[in-house]
């Protein structure tokens, strides 16, 4: 598995969406990471993107495209069903609680 340093200790959940999972041949690999309100700043997850990127692109050998949810943003977006998004790793079910549209 794919380790980059302090990506999981912040997440939710890291999600694989997009032509990686329906393309048998795809272009790119799309990945919505969620991570908790509170856990970090918005500064924060953009590194830890950053942070993800070439690894993820060289272990794939295609480019990554990353999206940054935090967890209520991907309950109100209802994000992970809507894309058909398919787990790659999670923490824990994702928490809708309090986060009603």
Same mark, same amino acid.
């Given at each position: ?10 997440? %939710?959940? /890291? ?12 272009? #790119?690999? #799309?990945?919505?990471? %969620? ?10 997850? /953009? ?18 495209? /990353? ?19 398919? %787990? ?14």
């Amino acid at each position: 598995m794919l380790e980059v340093s302090g990506v999981r200790s912040e997440a %939710v959940g /890291i999600f694989l969406f997009g032509s990686a999972l329906t393309a048998a041949s795809p272009r #790119d690999v #799309d990945l919505l990471y %969620v991570y908790r309100p509170g856990a970090g700043t918005a500064r924060r997850a /953009i590194e830890l993107r950053r942070a993800m990127c070439g690894p993820v692109g060289a272990a794939l050998g295609l480019e990554p495209h /990353i999206i940054l949810l935090n967890e209520r943003e991907a309950a109100q977006t209802n994000f992970v069903q809507e894309e058909q998004c398919a %787990v790659v790793w999670r923490k824990e079910p994702l928490s809708t609680a309090g986060y009603e549209r």
